[in-house]
């Protein structure tokens, strides 16, 4: 009973950081982050002929010829570093409780996940795009965690269009102006998975559009 009590009492977002740190300590406390990694990961191609004198992949074979969809989801629970899991789940805990508290727990778990799916999507379509001779990893949840970002600028400006905003004002520009500085660094930083942020942030903001400008049933949140 008591675990169940507690268990109802953590939030989405405190529920996604738990299961994301006990991916990443399991992950590293049994030696598991190479075959997590391989097997779990975001991925354009994800195999072919390795030419060892030019050091390119032929023959390749990409994640939608081997059906591996599963990626797009799981890669947004793997970690690459301890710094990589930290700043992750303080953005997370940082915007997912204010954004949860505003549309309800089923709606945010859906922006999360469809923003990290959405996210992990467009990072495999540009690596096979724009590196195709190459096998590309990409984990971590900063796309979802960008889409979540979206979706309270969005929401913020339903709230300010709405006269909403009167008692309770969500102060968006910085915000705004942080998702504009790490898209920049994104862009310098080769380790960086760029597209990954582009695509949850897009469709992070598209839903959280459709739920409010597109959609009545939130006209009180």
Not at 127 to 134: H, Q
Not at 139 to 162: H, Q, W
Not at 167 to 181: D, E, K, S, T
Request: proline share 1%; net charge positive.
């Amino acid at each position: 009973m008591d675990y169940i009590r507690y268990n109802q009492s953590l939030s989405i977002t405190q529920k996604l950081i738990i299961i994301n740190v006990l991916i990443y300590a399991v992950m590293y406390l049994f030696n598991l982050e190479s075959f997590f990694i391989r097997n779990f990961s975001s991925i354009g191609v994800v195999s072919g002929t390795y030419n060892k004198f030019t050091g390119e992949v032929i023959n390749q074979v990409t994640i939608f010829e081997t059906n591996q969809y599963y990626r797009f989801l799981t890669a947004n629970y793997l970690h690459g570093s301890l710094m990589h899991i930290m700043f992750n789940m303080m953005a997370l805990y940082n915007l997912g409780e204010l954004v949860e508290s505003l549309i309800g727990r089923f709606r945010f778990f859906i922006i999360y996940t469809i923003s990290g799916i959405g996210g992990a999507l467009l990072s495999s379509i540009m690596n096979i795009l724009l590196r195709p001779t190459e096998i590309v990893y990409s984990v971590g949840a900063s796309g979802a965690v960008f889409g979540v970002a979206g979706s309270l600028v969005v929401l913020a400006l339903y709230r300010k269009n709405k006269g909403m905003d009167l008692f309770y004002r969500i102060n968006y520009q910085p915000l705004v102006f942080m998702l504009f500085l790490n898209l920049l660094m994104g862009q310098m930083v080769s380790r960086i998975d760029n597209w990954g942020h582009i695509g949850g942030l897009l469709v992070g903001c598209l839903i959280a559009y459709i739920y409010t400008f597109g959609h009545k049933a939130l006209d009180n949140f």
